[in-house]
Each structure stands twice: as structure tokens, then as C-alpha cells.
């Protein structure tokens, strides 16, 4: 059901297509001395997301999950995982585990992270960024690992259709596509345009990604700044001044 594919060096993306909303889930296994997961797909996902896991890894040793923003496919089967995992710690904003995490999906009290806090599992570094309303929400955040540089995005980057796993090709296109396409139906309004969202885009370029790994859609390998700048350029023309 999933496809598994190494997209860094121990950085495997598991892909699962869901063809009645025409959207793949990703999620993202590293592993390390501490096993993270990122993102753990929504609660019924959880078997087919196990089954990817426990092709890697043991998955009763995953000790961090994390996730960008409270919603269904970033978080929704934190409980099933953690109690699956015991010490498995879900990872995430201060606005995310006071607000809503620690309440409704969390099995124990979530880690939360501050702005440019680094998590080390091993050999990998996790910087978090805290980018409120980016992708949306509230509590969003981003984890940016140093050593590949490689960016975990969440819904920046969302490409819709069964596509393939990794591409050196432009994939801003195929997100303004999905923009326009969203506008124009019940997800309307996906992604807000905010006062802040140039700044925190341009934050997140100046990471200067070498990978950028979207939850639904293609991994993008190749000049990772660039491609923010251009879909923060995507973004303002579909999306500013339309809400
Ligand atoms: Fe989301
Ligand atoms: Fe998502």
C-alpha cells in the first residue's frame, strides 16, 4: 500500500496515494540513535504506516515524533504510536502541545520546542523554526535537519496526484496548480497569506535546503532556496488579498 524511498541518506519517506482525494501522505522516518518519525498520518492510516516503520526499524524504539501543526495527518495517531513506542516523545511548538496536543492526542506530555532550538538524535540536528500561519495554523512550526539540510515542510510544497517519489524538477508549478485548483472548491483557503509569511518563507530559504520534503507530493532535491522564493512568489500572486 505504502512505497518506501531513502530520499537522504537514512531519511526514508513513506508514501501512502489516497486516490478518493487524489493526495499522497507522507510521512518521514530517520534513523538515528533516537528514531524520529515526522508526521504520523491520520489514525487510520496507522496500520500502513507501521507496517513502512517496521521495515526500518523496530518501531517500539522510536524515541521523537514530530509534526508541524495540530491537524488529523500530522498528528492524528500520536496516541496509537506512543502506545506502540513507550518512549516515543511527540516534539512540537509551545502554542501546539498547550493548546491542543497534550489534551487530544498525546499519550504523555509533548516536548515543546523553542524558536531555533536544536535537537540532536545522533548524527542528525534538528533545528526548529516557529512559522505561525505557515503552512497554517496557529502552532505551526518547521524542522530543518543541518547535517543533510534537508527541510521537512508539511503542506508548503503540497502537489496533488500520484507522483513520483523524489525529483530534481520544478515542483512550485505543480503547488500552484494545487493552490488554484483548492480556491476554487470546499478546501478554499488552504493556506492563508498573512503579513508575516514573506518574512518566514524568506527565513526558511535562507536555510538554503539541499532537500525539501513536502507531506503530499514529490521530495524536491536541488536549490532549495530558490524554490522557496519562487513559491513564495506562487503564493502571493494565488493568495494575497483572496481572504
Ligand atoms: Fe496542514
Ligand atoms: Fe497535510
Redesign the pocket.
Known amino acids: 500500500m505504502s512505497q518506501i524511498t531513502e530520499i537522504a541518506p537514512d531519511v526514508f519517506k513513506i508514501s501512502t496515494f489516497i486516490s478518493e482525494v487524489n493526495i499522497q501522505f507522507n510521512q518521514f522516518l530517520v534513523k538515528d540513535e533516537e528514531p524520529l518519525l515526522y508526521h504520523t498520518g491520520m489514525k487510520g492510516l496507522f496500520p500502513i504506516v507501521n507496517e513502512a516503520v517496521s521495515k526500518l526499524i523496530d518501531p517500539t524504539t522510536l524515541r521523537w515524533i514530530g509534526f508541524s501543526h495540530f491537524?488529523a495527518?500530522?498528528c492524528g495517531a500520536l496516541r496509537e504510536w506512543q502506545r506502540l513506542a513507550p518512549n516515543a516523545t511527540a516534539i512540537c511548538s509551545f502554542v501546539s502541545k498547550m493548546v491542543s496536543v497534550d489534551d487530544v492526542v498525546a499519550d504523555r506530555p509533548a516536548r515543546a520546542l523553542e524558536d531555533g532550538e536544536v535537537l540532536v538524535t545522533g548524527k542528525f540536528r534538528f533545528k526548529f523554526l516557529q512559522t505561525p500561519h505557515v503552512p497554517h495554523a496557529w502552532d505551526a512550526g518547521h524542522l530543518f535537519e543541518e547535517n543533510s539540510r534537508t527541510l521537512l515542510c508539511?503542506?508548503l510544497f503540497h502537489q496533488n496526484g500520484e507522483v513520483e517519489a523524489v525529483t530534481k524538477s520544478d515542483i512550485v508549478s505543480r503547488f500552484k496548480e494545487m493552490l488554484i485548483e483548492y480556491q476554487e472548491g470546499p478546501f478554499a483557503n488552504y493556506l492563508p497569506y498573512t503579513t508575516k509569511t514573506e518574512k518566514i518563507l524568506g527565513r526558511l530559504a535562507d536555510l538554503q535546503p539541499k532537500t525539501i520534503a513536502p507531506?503530499?507530493g514529490s521530495t524536491y532535491v536541488g536549490d532549495g532556496e530558490s524554490a522557496i522564493l519562487d513559491l513564495a512568489q506562487a503564493m502571493k500572486e494565488v493568495l494575497a488579498g483572496s481572504v
Open positions: 491537524e495527518d500530522e508539511s503542506d507531506m503530499h
